[in-house]
């Protein structure tokens, strides 16, 4: 039975990994296909470890727990997630309630489809979406992002329109192929790069968005945009 792979990097989000983790189990995915959720606990100091836990224990959810002793940041859980997967397809699922599961379906059903590697999820494309509540990050985070991508499109010569969108599904033979460098946020603009260098087309498909604050719980800052672009330009010369 092919499966989809969800890696969950999770640092203190016991408050919305529950949510996230059933809203995982209420989606379906196509017929004979299932799903197989890693959760890297990057050294949580909250209940983040006992959900864990708890989760292992139904049958709701193939939930498979994996721990860092040291918090070593968001691009060290992937790579530790991706020692891991099994499934024929592999994506990021932030451990926030920013994404929608069913999202997933969509761009898996797309890649499988269409026959594809790589398919991403644009945020930009899906504003038009209808969503209870924002689909629109802060300025900042907007913008920031805006500027990211048009750079990336620019090194590459990508016509993307949302880079740092957390949904990236990848075929996950491709995915374990890349070699991976990053620690914290740069995942994405690493990946991205390295697809673009191996002239891997990069298509997006619309996704909802519910963005969170930073007194919500959000991580990001004005200085991992600045990593992005220097990670970018690091990896369009090597």
């Known amino acids: 039975m092919p499966k989809l792979s969800v890696i969950i990097p999770a640092y ?23 799903w197989e959720v890693l959760v890297v606990n990057d050294c949580s100091t909250d209940a983040t470890p006992d959900i864990l836990a708890a989760w292992r224990q139904q049958t709701l959810l193939t939930v498979i727990p994996l721990h860092h002793h ?3 940041g968001k691009g060290a859980a992937i790579r530790t997630g991706l020692q891991h997967v099994t499934g024929e397809y592999t994506i990021i699922q932030d451990a ?14 797309y890649a499988v489809s269409h026959q594809i590697p790589v398919v ?10 209808k969503t ?4 629109t990050a802060s300025p900042i985070f907007y913008w920031g992002g805006r500027l990211v991508t048009a750079f990336a499109n620019w ?20 995915l374990q192929s890349i070699p991976l460098d990053c620690q914290r946020f740069e995942f994405c603009p690493e990946v991205t790069a390295k697809v673009a260098r191996r002239g891997i087309p990069i ?8 963005p969170r604050s930073k007194s919500e719980g959000k991580k990001i800052g004005w200085r ?3 990593e992005a672009i220097y990670t970018l330009l690091r990896y369009r010369f090597v």
């Open 70 to 72: 040291k918090n070593q």
């Open 155 to 174: 090194l590459y010569g990508l016509q993307l329109t949302d880079e740092p969108t957390c949904y990236k599904l990848f075929q996950t033979d491709v």
């Open 203 to 210: 298509p997006e498909l619309p996704i909802s968005y519910h």
């Open 12 to 34: 203190n989000e016991a408050r919305t990994l529950p949510a996230i983790l059933q809203k995982i189990a209420d989606t379906a995915l196509p017929p004979a296909w299932q």
């Open 120 to 129: 991403y999820g644009s945020r930009i494309l899906g504003q038009q979406i």
């Open 96 to 109: 926030d309630l920013e994404y929608e599961p069913s999202d997933m379906v969509r761009l898996l059903n």
């Open 224 to 226: 991992d945009g600045l």
């Open 132 to 135: 209870e509540g924002k689909t």
